[in-house]
């Protein structure tokens, strides 16, 4: 079976830093739960943001392909939602009036509304969305961020420590959605919470300049 994305040959430094990638290949498939772990400054979040095509800055070398055909990283950001360690929102507006504006972002329809709303009920959190966002506590603005991220309808998923600011009930809700999703593929970033995802794969990345990333 082809990968949903495939990256091959990884290697980054930031500008004036140190190497944080080295020759590094992963692959992840569509349906498929990916874990990715390491100590702190590994470079989880690196990663994401290098899938993503957001770094740009540094020296990048990679081959990528997405469903077998090469792609430029920039142009994956069609493919994928990224839910980042910090929430992006318009904090003056409410939760309704803010899942409106990735939907005008995006182009999006009304399934896409209702799938984030959907979400926002399985999170505990649908009775907030007619409040401003600045009047959320941090997990509350944490599930709006995952629900409207979760709801581009996409392939692709790539989550970094999406547990965090969650209670034990969302974390468990979050998971099983998760976990019940066999049409999409999703990276994951976390410490912790492994054993709500029994069966995945797990990548750990091991410290820059150490040895090789090590996929498992
Ligand atoms: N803008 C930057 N410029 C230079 N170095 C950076 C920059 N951002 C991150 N780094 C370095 O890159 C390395 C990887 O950082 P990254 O945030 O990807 O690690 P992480 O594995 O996600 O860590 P954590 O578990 O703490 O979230 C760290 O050594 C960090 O100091």
Redesign the pocket.
Known sequence: MEPLFSLQNLTYR?DG?AT?FQQFSFSIFSGETVLLT?P???????LLHIISGLLDKGELHYQAFYKGNPIQLPDMRAHLSYVTSETVMFSKLTGYENIECFRLLWKLDQQYVRKANELCSLLGMEEMLPLPVDQYSLGTKQKLHIAIALARPVELYLMDEPFNSLDRLSRDRLAEWIQGDRQHAYLI?S?VHQERFPGSRIISLTR?NNEDKIEK
């Open positions: 930031y830093g944080i390491g702190n400054g590994v470079g989880k979040t690196t970033a410490h820059p």
